[in-house]
C-alpha cells in the first residue's frame, strides 16, 4: 500500500527573539538572542539567574480574554496556533467542516497554576500536562484525534510524528501539531541542580561551553496530506518525511556516549523517508550546549555521514532550550531553511571542542547556504529519548 505524502501548510512561532515565524527566522540569521535576567520568578538563589524569556506575551487575536484568563503556557502557544492556521489559510468554518486533530508536545505542560498554588495560593486555573490540550479544545471545534505528549525535550518531534501517523491512517483531514513550554521555577531549580545551566551564554559545540540557557516558546505546525492540500488550493510548504524514535535507557539524564540510540534514530527515520545520507546537506542539532550532550550528538552525526559531507548548527544560542518546544521550533526553521536554502548559524561558537570536532561536519558559524532537498531535525531527551524527523523540499 502506498502511503499518502504530508504536507506541512502552516507553522507559527512565539519565542523570546520574536513573535511569528519571519520574526523568529529573521533573528537566527541577524544573531539576535533572547538571554535576560529571568523576571517571572526569584532566581537570586542561583548560580545562573539568566534565560531566554518572552518578555512581553502576545494577546489572542480571536478569543483575547478568554485566552488572558487561562495559564501562560496556553498563553504563548495559542498566538502560535492562530499564526499556523491564518498560514494554511484555515478559517473556523474550515475547522467545523473537517476533521482537524491535535497533538501537544510538553514537558512541564501548563504549569504555572500548579507554581502559584505551591508557592501562594491554590489557583482556578487548569493545570498539569493535559491542560494545554483540554484549554485548546476550549478554542477550537476538533473533531479528530487529540494526544498529549510528556518526552521531554523529544516531546515536539513526537507530536509531529503522531500527526503524520494520524493523517496515514485516514484517522484526521488535519492535524495540528504543536510543541510548547513556559519557562518555569520548577525546571530552573532542577537543571541549576544538575549544574547543567551555563552562568553567562549558551555556546553549543564550542569548547568553553559551560551547559545549557533555559527558554520558553512554542511551535505550531499545520500538517495534511497532499491531496487534501490540493484540494483546498493550499500551499506546502514543506513534506514530513520520516522519523525515527528509541530509547537507550543508557542513564537517568546522561545521553550514552556510544551514540547508539541516537545514531538507530537517525537510520530509522532515513529508512522510513527512502533516503541516503547523502542527499541530506544539513542538520539542526539538538545541541544543548552541555558537554556530554554535543560530544554524543557530534559523534552521532559523524557516524550515519561517514561517507558524506554535513552542515550542523544548533539555535539553542539564540532562543534558549526551550524543552516540549525546542524541537517543534526547530522543525519551522528547517521548513524556512528549506524554503530559502540558508542554513541557520550557531550563535556563541567561537572555536570547535575537540571532542566535537568530526572530519565530515562543517559547523554552521554564520548563515550558510545549502542545496540539498532534504533535511534532518535531531532532538534527545532525558531517560535516554533519541529523535529524528526527516523534512523534505516542495
Known amino acids: 500500500m502506498t502511503l499518502s505524502e504530508v504536507v506541512i501548510s502552516g507553522i507559527g512561532v512565539n519565542a523570546s527573539i520574536g513573535q511569528g515565524a519571519d520574526r523568529c527566522w529573521e533573528g537566527l540569521l541577524t544573531g539576535r538572542t533572547g538571554i ?40 504563548i502557544v495559542v498566538p502560535a496556533v492562530e499564526e ?93 501539531a504543536a510543541g510548547v513550554d513556559a519557562l518555569s521555577w520548577i525546571a530552573f531549580t532542577g537543571f541549576s541542580s544538575l549544574r547543567a545551566m551555563s552562568p553567562g551564554r549558551c555556546r ?42 528509541n530509547g537507550d535507557a543508557h542513564h537517568i539524564t546522561q545521553p550514552d556516549p556510544e551514540a547508539k540510540g541516537a545514531i538507530r534514530a537517525m537510520r530509522t527515520a532515513m529508512a522510513m523517508a527512502g533516503i541516503r545520507p547523502a542527499q541530506i546537506d544539513y542538520v539542526s542539532a539538538h545541541g544543548t550546549g552541555t558537554a556530554a550532550n554535543d560530544a554524543m550528538e557530534a559523534r552521532a552525526i559523524s557516524t550515519v555521514f561517514e561517507d558524506s559531507h554535513v552542515q550542523v548548527s544548533s539555535i539553542k544560542g539564540h532562543l534558549g532550550h526551550t524543552l516540549g518546544a525546542a524541537s517543534a521550533i526547530e522543525a519551522i526553521m528547517c521548513v524556512k531553511a528549506l524554503e530559502t536554502g540558508i542554513r541557520p548559524p550557531t550563535l556563541h561558537l567561537e572555536q570547535v571542542d575537540p571532542a ?8 554552521i558559524r554564520s548563515p550558510g547556504t545549502g542545496s540539498a532537498a532534504y533535511i534532518m531535525s535531531n532532538s534527545y531527551a532525558f531517560g535516554g529519548i533519541n529523535s529524528s524527523i526527516i523534512l523534505g523540499k516542495q
Open 204 to 245: 553549543p559545540f564550542d569548547q568553553e561551553r559551560q551547559g545549557l540557557i533555559l527558554g520558553e516558546g512554542a511551535g505550531v505546525l499545520v500538517l495534511e496530506t497532499k491531496a487534501q492540500a490540493a484540494e483546498r488550493q493550499a500551499r506546502a510548504r514543506a513534506s514530513l518525511l520520516g522519523y525515527g524514535f
Open 356 to 363: 566535537c570536532q568530526e572530519a565530515n561536519i562543517e559547523y
Open 84 to 176: 499556523a492556521l491564518q498560514d494554511a489559510q484555515i478559517t473556523m468554518d474550515d475547522c467545523k467542516r473537517l476533521r482537524v486533530g491535535l497533538c501537544v508536545g510538553t514537558t512541564m505542560g501548563e504549569i504555572e497554576p500548579l507554581e502559584q498554588t505551591l508557592h501562594t495560593a491554590p489557583s482556578a486555573k487548569l493545570g498539569g500536562p493535559r491542560a494545554i490540550a483540554d484549554n485548546l479544545r476550549q478554542l477550537l471545534p476538533l473533531a479528530g484525534p487529540v494526544w498529549t505528549f510528556t518526552n521531554a525535550c523529544a516531546a515536539g518531534n513526537f507530536a509531529i510524528a503522531r500527526c503524520m501517523d494520524e493523517l496515514r491512517a485516514g484517522r484526521a483531514d488535519l492535524m495540528i
Open 36 to 75: 535576560g535576567k529571568v523576571r517571572s520568578f526569584d532566581v537570586s538563589g542561583h548560580r545562573n539567574q539568566f534565560a531566554c524569556e518572552i518578555q512581553a506575551l502576545p494577546r489572542s487575536a480571536t478569543y483575547p480574554d478568554k485566552v488572558a484568563a487561562m495559564g501562560r503556557t496556553t498563553q
